[in-house]
C-alpha cells in the first residue's frame, strides 16, 4: 500500500506562483511515476503531469506545459509541482497519485490516490 499526502494548496491570485507537494510513503513499486491530476467542479479530472521516479523522466498535459515543472526529491521521497501564471482555469482539486503506466495515468487512471489539495485562483 502507498500512502500519499498532499500539501501547498491554498488562494492564490491570478498571476502569481505556486507550488503544490505530494510525499509518498509505504510499500512503493520498483519503478513508478508520480503524477498530478486536477478536477474542477463539474468537470473530468484531468492529467497534469508525471515524473518517472527512477530516472526523472517528465511528462505533462497539454493544457499546462509551458507553465508547470514537476521534480521529486528522492532522498525525501516527494514531488514537487510548480505553477506560474496561475489562471482562473487553475483552480481544483490537485491530487497525487502513483501508477507504473503512463498511459494509465494519460487515461485518468492510478493505483493509488492521494486525497487532494484545492487550490482556488483570485482575478
Known amino acids: 500500500q502507498v500512502h500519499l499526502v498532499e500539501s501547498g494548496g491554498g488562494l492564490v491570485q491570478a498571476g502569481d506562483s505556486l507550488s503544490l507537494s505530494c510525499a509518498a510513503s509505504g510499500r512503493t513499486p520498483s519503478d513508478y511515476h508520480m503524477a498530478w491530476f486536477r478536477q474542477a467542479p463539474g468537470k473530468e479530472r484531468e492529467f497534469v503531469s508525471s515524473?518517472?521516479?527512477?530516472?526523472?523522466?517528465?511528462f505533462y498535459g497539454a493544457s499546462v506545459e509551458g507553465r508547470i515543472t514537476i521534480s521529486r526529491d528522492k532522498t525525501k521521497n516527494t514531488m514537487t509541482l510548480k505553477m506560474n501564471s496561475m489562471k482562473s482555469e487553475d483552480a481544483a482539486v490537485y491530487y497525487c497519485?502513483?501508477?507504473?503506466?503512463?498511459?494509465?495515468?494519460?487515461?485518468?487512471?492510478?493505483?493509488?490516490w492521494g486525497q487532494g489539495t484545492q487550490v482556488t485562483v483570485s482575478s
Open positions: 515524473i518517472w521516479w527512477s530516472d526523472g523522466r517528465t
Open positions: 497519485a502513483v501508477d507504473q503506466s503512463l498511459s494509465r495515468l494519460q487515461n485518468g487512471l492510478a493505483a493509488y
